[in-house]
């Protein structure tokens, strides 16, 4: 048996922080599948196709980890992905309630899963990703926490809203 852990998200667009969370993931599991939420209710800025594309783009030819968009409940992408563990990054306290809080409804939808926390690198800890898109609109340098493909894809799409 492999053991597979899905670690979910919007990923608007995915940071060095996510990939931080994904690697340190690895050491623990076999496989990891990204799941990619849609996330209607956040009115993403990058649609669900364009996200899952940076992130296929950012794990290319890492064949542990596995990209997946989803669009009902996660502890159904969960099942389907046959993963028995939930991943989530913690960056601050002010992450823990909503955190315990999710982790308490799903695991009172799927008993079978657990959820893992994994505590952001200190380097990350403030990075958001609507943070990122924000300072990157206003001009600012947001290089050391992008994957240099993923600045240049924000940034030719903020071309083309401003
Ligand atoms: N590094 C950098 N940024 C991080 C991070 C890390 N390690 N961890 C989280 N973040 C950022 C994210 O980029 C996101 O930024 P944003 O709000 O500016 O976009 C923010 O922190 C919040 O992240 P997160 O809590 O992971 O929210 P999310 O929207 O990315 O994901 C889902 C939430 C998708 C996991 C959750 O809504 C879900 O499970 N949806 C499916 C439907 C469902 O099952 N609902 C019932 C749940 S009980």
């Known amino acids: ?21 994904c690697e340190r993931a690895l050491k623990m599991f076999d ?6 939420a849609d996330s209607l209710a956040k009115q993403p800025f990058f649609d669900i196709n364009e996200r899952f594309d940076m992130l ?5 030819g890492n064949d542990r980890i596995s990209i997946k968009p989803f669009s009902g409940l996660l502890i159904d992408v969960a099942r389907e992905s046959n993963a028995n563990v ?6 601050a306290i002010s992450d823990f309630e909503y955190e315990v809080q999710l982790a308490g ?20 800890a403030f ?17 050391e926490f992008l994957h240099p493909e993923i600045l240049r894809r924000l940034t030719e799409k903020l071309k083309t809203v401003k």
């Open 1 to 21: 048996m492999t053991a597979t852990a899905i670690y979910p998200g919007t990923f608007d667009p995915v940071t060095r922080g996510h990939i931080d969370i």
């Open 31 to 36: 496989h990891v599948v990204i799941g990619v």
């Open 56 to 60: 296929e783009t950012v794990f290319a």
């Open 86 to 91: 939930i991943i989530r990054g913690l960056r």
């Open 105 to 124: 409804m799903n695991r009172s939808l799927a008993p079978e899963i657990e959820t893992v926390f994994l505590t952001a690198a200190q380097h990350y």
């Open 127 to 143: 990075v958001s990703s609507s943070l990122v898109r924000e300072i990157a609109r206003l001009d600012g340098d947001v290089s």
